[in-house]
C-alpha cells in the first residue's frame, strides 16, 4: 500500500517562507509525475506546481517566480519551496503523484493535505 504524507504547513506573516515536504511510502516500484495542489475555503482545487521524472517542472501563473518545486528520488520525496507568501496563498496543500506499485499498475496518489495559513 502507497500513502503520501505532507509536512511542514502553518501559520506564516505576509511576505515569509514556508517549505512543504510529501514523502511517498510503501511498495513503489516507480515515481513519475508529482505535483502539489491547493484548496481554498469555497474554491476549487488547483495546480500549483509539477515536476516529473526528468525533472521538468511547470508552475500556475501565479505561483512563477515565488514558489519552487523539487524532488528527491532516493527519497520518494517532493518538496514546495514557497517564498513571499500573500493572504490569498491561504489554502489546504495536497501532494498528488503517479505511482506505479509492486507489479500493479500506475495509479494517482493523493496526500492528505496540510494546512498553509498567511496573515496579514
Known amino acids: 500500500q502507497v500513502q503520501l504524507v505532507e509536512s511542514g504547513g502553518g501559520l506564516v506573516q505576509a511576505g515569509g517562507s514556508l517549505r512543504l515536504s510529501c514523502a511517498a511510502s510503501?511498495?513503489?516500484?516507480?515515481?513519475?509525475?508529482m505535483a502539489w495542489y491547493r484548496q481554498a475555503p469555497g474554491k476549487q482545487r488547483e495546480l500549483v506546481a509539477t515536476?516529473?521524472?526528468?525533472?521538468?517542472?511547470d508552475y500556475a501563473d501565479s505561483m512563477k517566480g515565488r514558489f519552487t518545486i523539487s524532488r528527491d528520488n532516493a527519497k520518494n520525496t517532493v518538496y514546495l519551496q514557497m517564498n513571499s507568501l500573500k493572504p490569498e496563498d491561504t489554502a489546504v496543500y495536497y501532494c498528488?503523484?503517479?505511482?506505479?506499485?509492486?507489479?500493479?499498475?500506475?495509479?494517482?496518489?493523493w496526500g492528505q493535505g496540510t494546512q498553509v495559513t498567511v496573515s496579514s
Open positions: 510503501g511498495s513503489i516500484r516507480s515515481i513519475n509525475r
Open positions: 515536476i516529473f521524472s526528468s525533472g521538468n517542472t
Open positions: 498528488n503523484a503517479d505511482i506505479a506499485s509492486g507489479s500493479g499498475p500506475w495509479y494517482d496518489y
